[in-house]
């Protein structure tokens, strides 16, 4: 499956029109041999027969071939779909609402809409980037590397993360990787300041931060020398419809004009063709179903370069196969875990996402799984040190549970400041166990957004993903004397 696909040229176009007439002329033959044909049949029925299959048949064959060549593939394969496809694909899309993303797609999309609410509700405003930062760099420029790159180049593979998954999502960030023979040539990868607050469950996401916005260019700046940069390539993505539109979108409000690529390559229709029981048809699960081991970091750079690798993985694949069990399984945990960074956003409510304190020293955690620490209503004159719903840096420590049913097992106790706030319980330790290393550990941690300031305060720290609990059992302080 190679993508040597060239930008349509007017001297192409022109041979096109040839092959047409060509195509015109060979039918005219045909007619004029099969007229004369049947003005012998009459008096000659050999002479009939000969003049039908020697001379009109053939010519009329020829000009199918002529006119085939001349015309647009319309037939759906697995190298790309054509403009027109692609233009009815997009119509009748919903953006984000792809069967295997539609429940977390409509997780987002709740919490965006109860962040929005509860802030008018409040009164708030959400943390706008400042206003001088969004012109600051009029004179962008993209590298000529790249400029000179795609000329030449067979392809770019294209992906954005945005503010969000609904209607009116902006553009933060863009990655682009072009391709020729088969080769990576050269990337693009740029972050852009749309002058609106990246939503709270998108950041839970793909992890931008206002701090790393301010002083980007705005979208505009970043698209006018790269769309016309890869004018007229074809394009790969997964899901593009999604990303192309956003792009589309940016240039709509920049009055530029809109990406229109000549062909598309979707590696999410690849992996509905190849995996068709899949559960899961995201970039991660469909990288594990390839034997890549690489977690997806939801920045754009980054997934254009393994949608690139999963599409070269995927042309290799000889026929279709089933999802494993095991695939399945993983493919749902990473469901849960995507799940776990979304509802997570929820405690933020439109505020801050930046830790009010100062960072410890130590090792820190991976935050994909917020999870409720035991005991927090022992200390609610540490956790009320800071308002409610703040991020702050806690450090963790390997110990033993005192106390209760699970007396003498292992645990992890969290603490703020140099003061406990509470520990993990037994239960949600199983799924954490061997993920907290020795020494000084560091990790984020939360309290919930709570109107009814007369409800306890409840903390919630964040951990790696969840794995299948572990029986701790044999892990218990059972040697407390020696201690």
């Given at each position: 499956m190679s993508i040597h696909s060239k930008k349509s040229s007017p001297l192409f176009s022109a041979f096109k029109i040839v092959l047409k007439i060509l195509a015109i002329i060979c039918w005219v033959i045909a007619l004029f041999f099969c007229i004369v044909s049947f003005a012998l049949i009459s008096e000659n029925v050999p002479a009939f027969l000969v003049g039908l299959l020697i001379f009109s048949l053939p010519c009329a064959f020829i000009g199918c071939v002529l006119w085939h060549f001349s015309s647009d593939k319309k037939k759906k394969n697995r190298t790309g779909i054509t403009e027109k496809q692609y233009d009815r694909q997009q119509s009748e899309k919903i953006i984000g609402n792809t069967a295997d993303s539609s429940k977390e797609s409509s997780v987002l999309n709740q919490i965006q809409r109860s962040d929005n609410q509860s802030m008018q509700s409040k009164g708030k405003a959400m943390v706008m980037p400042r206003a001088d930062t969004l012109n600051n760099q009029v004179n962008y420029q993209v590298d000529s590397t790249f400029i000179d790159a795609a000329k030449t180049a067979d392809c770019a593979v294209v992906?954005?993360?945005?503010?969000?998954?609904?209607?009116?999502?902006?553009?933060?960030?863009?990655?682009?990787v072009l391709i020729e023979n088969e080769r990576i040539t050269a990337t693009f990868?740029?972050?852009?300041?749309p002058g609106t607050a990246n939503t709270s469950g998108a950041a839970a996401v793909n992890h931008i931060t206002q701090d790393m916005l301010y002083g980007q260019p705005a979208p505009s700046q970043v698209l006018v020398p790269v769309l016309e940069a890869i004018k007229g390539l074809p394009l790969m993505g997964h899901n593009l419809a999604y990303d192309i539109s956003i792009i589309n979108n940016e240039a709509n409000l920049a009055g530029i004009a809109k990406l229109q690529p000549s062909q598309i390559y979707d590696t999410m229709d690849?992996?509905?063709?190849?995996?068709?029981?899949?559960?899961?048809?995201?970039?991660?699960?469909?990288?594990?179903?390839?034997?890549?081991?690489?977690?997806?970091?939801h920045r754009a750079l980054s997934d254009a370069l393994q949608t690139w690798q999963a599409y070269q993985l995927l042309c290799k694949m000889d026929a279709p196969r089933a999802e494993t069990v095991e695939e399945r399984q993983r493919s749902k945990q990473r469901g849960k875990a995507k799940t776990n960074d979304v509802m997570?956003?929820?405690?933020?409510?439109?505020?801050?996402?930046?830790?009010?304190?100062?960072?410890?020293?130590?090792?820190?955690?991976?935050?994909?799984?917020?999870?409720?620490?035991?005991?927090?209503?022992?200390?609610?004159d540490v956790l009320r040190k800071y308002p409610r719903g703040s991020y702050f840096w806690v450090t963790l420590s390997r110990d033993f549970i005192q106390s209760g049913k699970y007396k003498d097992y292992p645990t992890v106790f969290v603490?703020?400041?140099?003061?406990?706030?509470?520990?993990?319980?037994?239960?949600?330790?199983?799924?954490?166990?061997?993920?907290?290393?020795?020494?000084?550990?560091?990790?984020?941690?939360?309290?919930?957004?709570?109107?009814?300031?007369?409800?306890?305060?409840?903390?919630?720290?964040?951990?790696?993903?969840?794995?299948e609990p572990v029986d701790l059992t044999a892990y218990m302080k059972v040697y407390s004397n020696e201690l």
């Open positions: 992906d954005t993360e945005t503010t969000g998954l609904g209607k009116g999502s902006r553009l933060l960030d863009i990655g682009i990868s740029q972050l852009t300041n690849l992996s509905k063709e190849m995996f068709p029981d899949a559960s899961s048809h995201t970039l991660a699960s469909l990288l594990d179903r390839l034997g890549v081991k690489e977690p997806e970091q997570r956003a929820r405690y933020l409510s439109g505020k801050s996402s930046e830790p009010v304190n100062e960072k410890p020293e130590g090792v820190q955690l991976e935050a994909h799984a917020g999870e409720n620490l035991s005991g927090s209503a022992l200390y609610q603490y703020l400041d140099g003061e406990g706030i509470g520990f993990l319980g037994a239960r949600l330790m199983a799924k954490h166990w061997g993920q907290i290393p020795d020494g000084s550990v560091v990790a984020l941690a939360h309290t919930s957004n709570c109107a009814d300031e007369t409800q306890p305060y409840k903390a919630r720290v964040e951990l790696p993903a969840a794995h």
